[in-house]
């Protein structure tokens, strides 16, 4: 069952978050000590999204407990006497005392800490909001100014500046000194074609929008840097298909020379080199895979179970004499 938040205390809504953040954080653990170590790039890609998705769905379950309570009936006899004291323990409206408003005067200056921390949520959505605009435009601006040539079927935008190979959306950004000279190497052309073609671009766009919602969330930071480098896995792997290792690990470090990259692009040059490297010249076992993803049934029913929202369902049991 889903739970309705729709009346909300503020204390359930931080409730709620930080079981959305513990739980993300939870998942992304697990594809980094167990999902990541193997060839399962594809795979890891649509699970780190559906683990950024679940992490917000799964504290919403309902999950029903029931408790049984036992109930001794007591046969019920009507003293008048009882009434009578019952009445006589209501306080007359005489005897309470009301508060003068010097004594309430001090509550008036105390902080007000929720007026205060919405207003730095606001302002800090405000900033990742325009942080984003900012860094889509840079990129249309890109396009917009700088000359773009058919490739391959692909859209090649000719940078001024020598700058890293990236992608965005269906555009492949690449300097023009170097186009005019050499043309674009077999495979920073192959790798960044995968980029386009499998849309890793959406991905990246995902979260930077949860970001504006959700800026102190510290899973969705980590989550962006796993997609990012599982991006680069599945690339890599597209052009070790048809490219040696070692010819291939000699063409990404003549080309890491170049500095500057987007934000929201899929960079060729990408810092984690050496985990790339690694993955690149690794193979997994098929049963290692099967018992790594039928460990992840299993682990997706225990986080189920430790965030789901429990509800205590009581079951009354009478008990007769």
């Keep these: 069952q889903i739970h309705d938040r729709r009346s909300t205390k503020p204390e359930e809504l931080m409730e709620y978050l930080l079981k959305s953040i ?4 939870v998942l992304l653990l697990f594809h980094r000590l167990v999902l990541q170590q193997e060839v399962l790039h ?13 992490s917000f769905l799964i504290p919403l379950v309902t999950i029903e407990m029931e408790r049984e309570i036992a109930v001794q009936s007591i046969p019920s006899v009507f003293n008048p006497a009882e009434l009578i004291s019952l009445e006589s323990s209501i306080p007359n409206e005489s005897a309470i005392t009301p508060i003068s408003k010097a004594e309430s ?12 921390g919405w207003t730095i949520y606001v302002l800090g959505v405000a900033f990742f909001l325009i942080r ?6 840079l990129i249309y601006d890109q396009i917009r100014k700088n000359d773009q040539v058919m490739y391959r079927q692909e859209m090649i935008v000719l940078l001024p500046e020598s700058v890293s190979p990236f992608s965005f959306l269906k555009y492949i950004f690449y300097s023009k000194s170097a186009f005019e000279k050499e043309g674009i190497p077999d495979a920073v052309f192959l790798h960044e074609q995968c980029h386009v073609r499998e849309k890793h671009t959406l991905d990246i766009v995902l979260v930077e929008l949860l970001l504006i919602i959700f ?8 989550a962006r840097q796993a997609i990012r480098l599982n991006h680069e896995f599945i690339a890599d792997d597209q052009v070790i298909k048809q490219f040696s290792f070692r010819e291939y690990q000699k063409i990404l470090l003549s080309v890491l020379s170049s500095q500057q990259g987007f934000a929201l692009g899929s960079s060729f040059n990408f810092p984690l080199t050496k985990k790339r490297f690694e993955m690149m010249n690794k193979s997994s076992k098929p049963g290692i ?9 299993v682990f997706l029913g225990v986080v189920v179970a430790i965030f789901a929202d429990k509800v205590a369902v009581s079951a009354v049991a009478q008990e007769t004499e």
């Design 22 to 25: 513990l739980c993300l954080l």
């Design 42 to 54: 594809r795979f890891n890609r649509f699970f780190l999204l559906a683990a950024i998705i679940g």
């Design 105 to 116: 005067a001090p509550a008036m200056l105390a902080i007000p800490w929720s007026k205060l």
């Design 132 to 137: 984003f605009i900012r860094n889509i435009g």
């Design 215 to 222: 800026w102190f969330h510290p899973g969705l930071y980590l």
């Design 289 to 297: 895979k099967f018992l790594k993803l039928a460990s992840l049934v």
